[in-house]
């Protein structure tokens, strides 16, 4: 299987921050699982997840460093997290670039976005993104590489 962001966006390693490397590693570790519940639970097909789940990703790390001070960082996954992340998100555009309906954009993203936060949580060492919304530092660097990754699953 190829990586779930070959070609989305250039050189991923070259992130001075990490935050690109921790997407890039949690999409290629854990993508599948996330598209696994994406068509159980949500019921979209295969092709659908796979176009939703990078862009996902993307927007929930962009959410995420746009206000980060709005975050609990010691607990990634908490409710509130997932609230202020959710409500960040333009859920129509990100499930109309996946060809799925907005209501199930809307619960596919209260579905894997817990689970991203965790994996984010999870995978933090250093310079990945907990650490870079706890320093403030690289911010707009990693906002400058999030963009264009949306929907490219599959190079």
């Not at 997407?23 to 599948?32: A, M, N, Y």
């Not at 696994?36 to 460093?65: C, H, M, N, W, Y």
């Amino acid at each position: 299987m190829r990586h779930l962001l070959d070609g989305a966006a250039g050189p991923i390693a070259a992130t001075k921050d990490g935050v690109m490397d921790l997407l890039k590693t949690i999409l290629d570790e854990r993508g599948g699982d996330l598209i696994k519940e994406l068509t159980d639970r949500v019921g979209i097909t295969q092709g659908q997840a796979e176009r939703f789940v990078p862009d996902a990703g993307s927007q929930v790390i962009a959410a995420l460093t746009k206000r980060p001070q709005e975050f609990d960082l010691a607990n990634p996954a908490a409710d509130e997290n997932v609230a202020a992340v959710l409500g960040g998100l333009d859920i129509p555009a990100l499930a109309s670039r996946a060809g799925i309906s907005s209501d199930q954009g809307e619960r596919g993203l209260a579905t894997i976005v817990p689970m991203l936060l965790k994996l984010f949580g999870d995978s933090d060492s250093g310079g990945g993104l907990m650490s870079v919304l706890q320093s403030g530092e690289g911010v707009a660097d990693a906002l400058g590489k999030l963009r264009g990754l949306g929907g490219k699953l599959f190079g």
